[in-house]
């Protein structure tokens, strides 16, 4: 059984910094390409940032860019997210997934990130 379980939200002020984990389970970690999405209240999911699944190719949103860096631990089985320069704007709940070809086929739980101005 698939499991992702973020970690690492909360509360934090503008231009403050957090950084959350998502540990996984039950697959072949290295296989899997790793993204963060988020979604605010009354909008929709939307994506935050992807790493390929040896960690060597990056992708982010360009509300993200130069403020987030995504990282992954292969030997952990474990993604990051940190966040520096957090805005209100990027208050939301924030979910990892994971990816093995055409879509994010596992999905967890979501953590929760609210950033007071």
């Known amino acids: 059984q698939v499991q992702l379980v973020e970690s690492g939200g909360g509360f934090v002020q503008a231009r403050g910094s957090l950084r959350l984990s998502c540990a996984a389970s039950g697959l072949t970690f290295s296989n899997y390409r790793m993204g963060w999405f988020r979604q605010a209240p009354g909008k929709e999911r939307e994506f935050v940032a992807a790493i390929s699944g040896n960690g060597g190719n990056t992708l982010y949103a360009d509300s993200v860019k130069g403020r987030f860096t995504i990282s992954r631990d292969n030997a952990k089985n474990t993604a990051f997210l940190q966040m520096n320069s957090l805005k209100p704007e990027d208050t939301a709940v924030y979910y990892c997934?994971?990816?093995?070809?055409?879509?994010?086929?596992?999905w967890g739980q979501g953590t929760q990130v609210t950033v007071s101005s």
């Open positions: 997934a994971a990816k093995y070809q055409f879509e994010y086929n596992y």
